[in-house]
């Protein structure tokens, strides 16, 4: 055993060197980072520090932005920006879980797809097709609707449709990676499949998948907002940018309604694809798809 | 293909039946339930009684023969609704897909000729823009500022609410106004069309110009372009009809992915924009939780992705030289 | 004396790269007479290749200085039309693969168009055709005025070699520059390629700077040949000198790699050791870490070309040696 162990070292495959700032960390895609990570201050720590309870009345209805009240407040008196902050809360968490989520199964999936082959592999990538052949919100409201709305659900919902992206990039990447050098040899001296697996195929083949991963964060963040802007998401009162939005809409007038929550989707999304973008540049991935 | 037009209906129906507790209410709806008479004869008609292997065949033949059910809200076959709404969707789409492809491939272009340049970030930005804007929210918001403030551009509708459609022929109102010479409703249908093309359009820009300027990048690093250069070809030629011919090919394949991206598109800014298409329509049905609806819309959205697939493979093997004579 | 068409001098190329300025092209002068055909030998990385292109100004991220003269016109600095007016028309270029050279989805016809129209924008649809079809004659294509409607691929590499020599002398040029145009290609194919060239040249009066690793190809095709290393050429002699008394100690060990049909040879010899890094060069003579004859002093300072006999040769040791002769 301890042969192998050492064998294994020997020709363990190649890290990347890392030193200082990565290359693709500047400009709109570290501005991005910073977005994000302010994002993520806020959803962690706003219930301490706005003045307004995002579910009370606390001021006059219908009220246009002030020093008072930064975006007005809506038609129930509520403060639209402290709304805003709060929408954080859902969001981002519900996004953050169903990439992780779906990353997860996607991998088991196409780890096992591409590494194993053979029968299994082509029923897994047959359900992969079929479930990739919908436009994902289309299935995605079909599902909440038939489980009911919810967030929960809507979550559960995002997963079932998002999984196989990463299935089929994991599994592309597993065939190419596997047909290498180190692997080939790894296997040859009798390293187990599964320690291959793991050992050598996964962390080569990983980096599309993660690279993907950032760039969909956006989308599903988009796509929790899209859900709950229809009704199957999020409900009102509860303080979600897609639900607000929906509120805003009905106020049509009064314009900082629905934009102080639009402005915030815009931002998370444009902060997540900038950065998608500049990894995509720099690690060469194709977009899923 | 026909496989995967089997596997999509499966899917929808393990998606119908994944409604907790009992099938009967997405059919019927729950205020039904209490009715014994229509409780039985939905049983009837979709065999409930029986086993689940047999209903998924009832389904299928069902769907064989164009039975999607009755929507709760419209009373009507779902079919019908679908085909009453297709008309507006594919209208909007299709302003939609080729704006947002010209527009795409102009920006592409220019970001990868002036690649890292002034005009490269700017056209990164407007692509970018176009992929993280809430489509729903950018309607609001347009509409507010051409419509409500500005009073440019109409409000929402496919036209005037005080005017008549005109009589349908193909069901694009921009077509069939000019069939019956009503060159008022034909101006009218196009002012319609502007903000809600544009919201569409917009993320078809995103993706487009995206991989136009990664592959011409791709391109210019071949050695026919270099050749085309040393040949003292112009800078346009040598982009023109030499790269951008090549660099086009993966934006045929992306088409189809941009098709799906339209509808999903079309789902919101339908319903900002009141345009009654089959996305107003899905989206009505999840607010009513009009389950056959959706499930047909569904259905509908996933053969149509099938078909663009097929077509962009056709189309490719057309553009292909290597793959048409092989 | 005549005036050369192409004139180089003291051409410098420099490539800025993360590790620091990369001195592919250090200081060329050369000479190309109408008509005649000189060859530019060295290995991978010796920058004939890069000189070729900065001659023609397709290098956009590369430092060019120096001077490169065609005719009376001053191509280094010069600005987009006027390289574009020379590109092509006056001198025109051959590059090594063929398989790439062409555009895959545009048929051969209509890139040979594209580079009529270029320098020829009064030529109609029709001429181009017509023209296109004699061409394709000319470099002795089968079968042209069908071949002409083909795409690339559906050619074999010779053939796509022999469209892009059509495609390159299409608007009568006097200069053509071939960039290893035979490497990429089936050794019963290359002499046919070689020998198309130099029928052309002699029917055309073409003057042909053959770049090239391989001396083989050099002997039957050139008239004087230059002996790059290090972005500096080492050697220049005529062909027939060269071959019988190479000079510099690399051109002999290029020669010595040449597989030879008088003497029985069991394994073809190559030179030792890497060509150094252009952005990293060694002090002193650049070939000196791999010189088989190298002396102490050879690391000291980089020797310049000095006339030797018929030649032209930069090392410390031979012109060191033409001073003992002299001295003698």
Not at chain 1, 44 to 53: E, F, I, N, Q
């Amino acid at each position: 055993m301890t042969h192998v162990n050492s064998a294994t070292d020997v020709i363990a495959p190649p890290r990347r060197l890392r030193k200082g700032r990565p290359e693709w960390l500047r400009g709109p895609a570290l501005v991005g980072v910073i977005a994000i990570v302010a994002w993520v201050l806020v959803a962690l720590t706003v219930p301490w520090w706005t003045p307004y309870d995002p579910l009370a009345s606390v001021g006059d209805r219908l009220v246009g932005p002030s020093l008072k009240h930064l975006m007005g407040t809506d038609q129930l008196g509520r403060d639209v920006f402290t709304r805003t902050l709060w929408g954080s809360r859902t969001s981002l968490p519900v996004a953050f879980v169903v990439i992780v989520s779906s990353v997860i199964l996607g991998t088991l999936v196409g780890a096992v797809s591409g590494f194993f082959g053979g029968w299994i592999d082509a029923v897994l990538m047959r359900f992969v097709d079929i479930t990739m052949a919908f436009p994902p919100i289309l299935l995605a409201m079909a599902i909440t609707a038939s489980l009911g709305p919810g967030v929960r659900n809507a979550l559960i919902a995002m997963v079932l449709v998002w999984w196989p992206i990463y299935a089929r990039l994991l599994r592309a990447q597993v065939i190419a990676v596997k047909q290498r050098e180190y692997v080939e040899s790894a296997e040859a001296i009798g390293v187990k499949r599964f320690t291959i697996l793991r050992r050598y195929v996964l962390p080569m083949a990983y980096t599309p998948v993660l690279v993907n991963a950032t760039m969909d964060f956006g989308q599903v963040v988009l796509l929790t907002a899209s859900l709950s802007f229809i009704g199957l998401g999020a409900r009102p009162p509860s303080p979600e940018w897609g639900a607000m939005i929906t509120e805003g809409a009905t106020q049509f007038y009064s314009w900082w309604i629905a934009t102080a929550p639009g402005l915030a989707i815009l931002m998370v999304v444009l902060a997540f694809n900038y950065l998608g973008d500049a990894l995509r540049d720099s690690f060469d991935v194709k977009a899923g798809l | 293909m026909p496989f995967l037009l089997f596997g999509i209906a499966s899917i929808v129906f393990l998606v119908s039946r994944l409604t907790p507790g009992d099938p009967l209410v997405t059919i019927v709806g729950e205020r039904n339930l209490n009715n014994p008479e229509i409780v039985a004869a939905a049983k009837a008609r979709w065999g409930l009684d029986q086993s689940v292997l047999t209903q998924y065949g009832h389904y299928m033949k069902n769907l064989l023969h164009g039975d999607m059910g009755t929507s709760f809200t419209t009373r009507e076959p779902v079919v019908h609704d679908l085909w009453l709404r297709l008309p507006a969707t594919l209208e909007l789409t299709i302003y939609a897909l080729f704006g947002g492809v010209i527009v795409g491939v102009t920006l592409g272009v220019l970001a990868a000729r002036h690649r890292n340049k002034f005009i490269d970030h700017i056209a990164r930005f407007f692509a970018l823009m176009g992929s993280s804007l809430p489509a729903f929210w950018a309607g609001l918001l347009l509409l507010y500022v051409f419509y409500a403030r500005l009073g440019w551009l109409p409000g929402p509708g496919r036209i005037d609410p005080r005017g008549v459609a005109p009589d349908k022929v193909t069901g694009f109102y921009t077509v069939d106004s000019l069939l019956q010479g009503d060159f008022a409703l034909f101006k009218d249908s196009v002012m319609h069309l502007i903000l809600p093309a544009t919201v569409l359009g917009w993320g078809v820009v995103g993706i487009v110009s995206r991989l136009v300027r990664a592959s011409l990048l791709d391109e210019f690093s071949m050695d026919y372009v270099r050749v085309g250069r040393a040949m003292g070809l112009r800078e346009r030629t040598v982009v023109n009809q030499h790269a951008l011919r090549n660099a086009l090919l993966p934006t045929i394949t992306i088409v189809a992915f941009t098709f799906a991206f339209l509808l999903t598109g079309a789902v919101l800014t339908e319903t900002v924009f009141s345009w009654p298409g089959v996305g107003s329509y899905a989206v009505d049905a999840s607010r009513n939780l009009d389950y056959p609806a959706i499930i047909g819309v569904t259905l509908l959205g996933g053969t149509a992705f099938l078909l663009t697939n097929l077509f962009s493979d056709i189309a490719y093997a057309f553009a292909d030289p290597r793959i048409r004579l092989s | 004396m005549a005036e050369p068409v192409l004139s180089l001098r003291d051409l410098r190329v420099t490539f800025p790269t993360p590790a620091g300025p990369a001195r592919a092209v250090r200081g060329i002068d050369l000479d190309v007479m109408a008509g005649e055909s000189v060859a530019v030998v060295g290995e991978s990385g010796s920058g004939k290749s890069v000189t070729m292109l900065a001659t023609l100004g397709l290098l956009p991220k590369a430092e060019v200085s120096g001077s490169v003269r065609y005719n009376d016109t001053e191509l280094v600095g010069a600005d987009v039309d006027t390289l574009r007016s020379v590109r092509g028309r006056r001198i025109s270029m051959v590059f090594q693969d063929p398989m790439t050279s062409l555009n895959p989805v545009l048929t051969i016809g209509k890139q040979m168009a594209l580079v009529m129209k270029a320098h020829q924008p009064e030529l109609s649809k029709k001429d181009c055709r017509s023209k296109a079809v004699d061409l394709l004659h000319q470099v002795a294509i089968p079968q042209a005025a069908r071949r002409i409607d083909a795409y690339p691929h559906e050619l074999s590499g010779g053939m796509r070699q022999r469209v892009m020599i059509a495609m390159s002398i299409a608007n009568d040029p006097e200069v053509l520059i071939a960039d290893e145009p035979t490497t990429a290609l089936d050794v019963t194919v290359q002499a046919q390629i070689m020998e198309l060239l130099q029928t052309l040249r002699v029917e055309k009066n073409l003057a042909l700077v053959l770049i090239t690793h391989d001396l083989g190809v050099v002997a039957g095709s050139a008239d004087r040949v230059a002996v790059m290393y290090a972005g500096r050429i080492v050697e220049r002699s005529p062909v027939r000198d060269l071959f019988a008394d190479p000079q510099h100690p690399y051109s002999r060990a290029l020669l010595e790699c040449l597989p030879r049909l008088d003497q029985k040879q069991e394994v073809v010899s190559s030179i030792g050791g890497t060509p150094p890094n252009p952005a990293d060069l060694p002090t002193g003579c650049p070939f000196a870490p791999r010189c088989p004859m190298a002396l102490p002093s050879c690391t000291q300072a980089e020797p310049t070309l000095v006339r030797f006999r018929t030649s032209e040769v930069a090392c410390n040791i031979v012109s060191g040696g033409d001073r003992a002769e002299a001295q003698a």
